[in-house]
Every structure is written in structure tokens, then in C-alpha cells.
């Protein structure tokens, strides 16, 4: 688990949680799914 909570995502759940404006919440979130997605993809492969 702690090989998916790296610096990267750690900051974007930051900022998920702090954004106010919903355009940006929005955009945020995208990157933080394909981050997690491409995660997801690569352990299944292993």
C-alpha cells in the first residue's frame, strides 16, 4: 500500500481536499484517477 501513497498522490489528495474552485476540483481529480488507474493496470500485469 505505501508504494501507492507516494509523494505524487499525497499532494493531489492534498489538493483535492483544499480546491474550492469545482473546474479545478474537477481537473485535479482526473489526474489523480489516471494516476491510480495506470497503478492499477501495471500491478495486475506483474
Do not use: F, G, W, Y
Amino acid at each position: 500500500m505505501d508504494a501507492v501513497l507516494n509523494p505524487e498522490v499525497r499532494e493531489l489528495c492534498k489538493a483535492v481536499s483544499q480546491e474550492e474552485d469545482s473546474d479545478r476540483l474537477k481537473s485535479l481529480l482526473d489526474e489523480l484517477l489516471t494516476i491510480l488507474d495506470e497503478r492499477q493496470l501495471v500491478a495486475s500485469l506483474l
